[in-house]
């Protein structure tokens, strides 16, 4: 579900807590040692995100929220914040030229640059979700 998440209604976060599960609380945060990546530069994404995101020269930068069943991949572009929510069984992870989530017919790949290197040590965490909650 790609939504549009500069201002979030309730029966829009309800709709992602049935998907991926309500926030981590903050005593799970610190235990796990954060829930969120840091920034990478988007290198490329899929057709369904063309709609959305607007084609120009400017860099784009996205960063990865855990959640218990899933993940949010946040884009920020100018004012505007898009959110890629995407349940633990659609995902799939690929790294060929650059690193590249897969879901539900829809994929962001990410460029393999400083950023990635600072975010290893959470794609671990993000894999050991992803597998406790299968």
């Given at each position: 579900?790609i939504?549009?998440?500069?201002?979030?209604?309730?029966?829009?976060?309800?709709?992602?807590?049935?998907?991926?599960?309500?926030?981590?609380?903050?005593?799970?945060?610190?235990?796990?040692?954060?829930?969120?990546?840091?920034?990478?530069?988007?290198?490329?994404?899929?057709?369904?995100?063309?709609?959305?995101?607007?084609?120009?020269?400017?860099?784009?930068?996205?960063?990865?929220?855990?959640?218990?069943?899933?993940?949010?991949?946040?884009?920020?572009?100018?004012?505007?914040?898009?959110?890629?929510?995407?349940?633990?069984?659609?995902?799939?992870?690929?790294?060929?030229?650059?690193?590249?989530?897969?879901?539900?017919g829809?994929?962001?790949?990410f460029?393999?640059?400083?950023?990635?290197?600072?975010?290893?040590?959470?794609?671990?965490?993000?894999?050991?979700?992803?597998?406790?909650?299968?």
């Amino acid at each position: 579900m790609i939504i549009d998440s500069t201002a979030i209604i309730p029966d829009l976060a309800r709709k992602i807590n049935n998907l991926v599960g309500k926030p981590f609380s903050l005593l799970v945060r610190l235990r796990m040692g954060g829930i969120g990546s840091h920034r990478m530069c988007v290198k490329g994404y899929s057709r369904g995100f063309e709609n959305l995101l607007q084609r120009n020269s400017n860099l784009l930068y996205s960063n990865i929220e855990l959640r218990p069943k899933g993940i949010i991949v946040h884009i920020s572009q100018r004012n505007h914040r898009f959110s890629w929510v995407l349940p633990y069984y659609h995902l799939a992870v690929f790294q060929s030229e650059g690193f590249t989530l897969h879901g539900n017919g829809e994929f962001i790949r990410f460029h393999t640059d400083v950023y990635f290197d600072k975010n290893k040590v959470f794609f671990a965490r993000m894999f050991k979700e992803k597998e406790g909650s299968l």
